[in-house]
């Protein structure tokens, strides 16, 4: 754990995307969190719903950088 927080972001993400590769790669199967179920079903009733805001790849680019 402490190697880990030592990482940057952006490296962490990086870390994440490689195991996730791996598990691929070896044909491993992982159950998603449930919070990720929870998540999805919110955003599609804010889309059903019409009350969706949506952002321009420059609009997001931005927001993503501003972070």
Avoid: H, N
Avoid at 38 to 58: F, G, Q, Y
């Amino acid at each position: 754990m402490e190697q880990i927080s030592r990482l940057s972001s952006s490296q962490r993400v990086e870390a994440i995307e490689l195991l996730r590769e791996s598990f691929s790669k070896e044909g491993i199967d992982y159950p998603s969190p449930d919070w990720y179920g929870e998540i999805l079903a919110e955003r599609s009733e804010i889309i059903e719903s019409c009350k969706a805001a949506w952002l321009t790849v420059d609009e997001l680019q931005a927001r993503l950088m501003s972070r």
